[in-house]
């Protein structure tokens, strides 16, 4: 799937605990991008990047973090996990068109 | 598992006929466009794209029709089949940073 891994694919975690997730690509592709997808309401920005290191908020962005240190990988960080942040997470990646999504990971958090 | 189409509109249509879905956007500043499709339990699939230059553009079996007037897209499936049912999305694409945002999805019913 246009070279991009999402681990892990699933994941229980505890309320209040940090979790990472990890989008990989293989494509080179400048822009990655984060969201989370619920019943409901479709899929919402988290946070994306246009660059290493360069970063931006999307507009559901509270209690996450991330980080872009070299182009393949973009981590999604939970600083603590909440039963609200139990969804299904997806990573895309795009060069400048069009964007290519991974397989999702869900998350729950109990 | 648990789906995310549960609560969204849905659009039925009989096997062999024409499909048109809506999407209203939000960006006046929007200059590019994209309709994806997504099945159950996968990521979103690339459909067909139109950048605000143009207002129509046709691919294999779907068209997209852009209207920025009143901030309107619509994507047609000529001749829908079984392999269409799915949920789609149009996303729109600003021109800084390439920040990518969704709409709120339709689900597609094939009846046989």
């Known amino acids: 799937d246009a070279g991009i891994t999402q681990s892990p694919r699933h994941k229980v975690t505890e309320t209040g605990t940090p979790v990472t997730l990890r989008c990989h690509q293989t494509?080179?592709?400048?822009?990655m991008y984060w969201y989370r997808q619920d019943p409901g309401h479709g899929l919402r920005l988290i946070h994306y990047?246009?660059?290493?290191?360069?970063?931006d908020k999307g507009e559901v962005s509270d209690g996450y973090s991330v980080s872009r240190s070299k182009t393949e990988d973009f981590l999604l960080t939970l600083e603590s996990a909440t039963s609200s942040q139990t969804s299904v997470y997806f990573c895309?990646?795009?060069?400048?068109?069009?964007?290519?999504f991974g397989q999702g990971t869900r998350l729950t958090v109990v | 598992g648990e789906s995310v189409g549960l609560h969204l509109p849905t659009l039925s249509v009989q096997e062999g006929d024409n499909s048109i879905i809506n999407c209203a956007y939000s960006?006046?500043?929007?200059?590019?466009f994209i309709w994806y499709k997504q099945e159950s339990g996968k990521g979103p699939q690339f459909i067909i794209d139109?950048?605000?230059?143009?207002d129509k553009r046709q691919g294999q079996r779907v068209t997209v029709l852009l209207n920025k007037t009143v901030k309107h897209l619509s994507l047609q499936i000529a001749a829908t089949q079984p392999g269409d049912s799915a949920v789609y999305f149009c996303?729109?694409?600003?021109?800084?940073?390439?920040?990518?945002?969704f709409g709120g999805g339709t689900r597609v019913l094939v009846k046989p």
């Open positions: 960006n006046s500043a929007s200059d590019y």
């Open positions: 895309a990646i795009s060069a400048d068109t069009e964007a290519f």
């Open positions: 494509e080179n592709h400048r822009y």
């Open positions: 990047s246009y660059g290493v290191k360069d970063t």
């Open positions: 139109i950048r605000s230059n143009m």
């Open positions: 996303a729109e694409k600003g021109a800084a940073g390439n920040k990518l945002t």
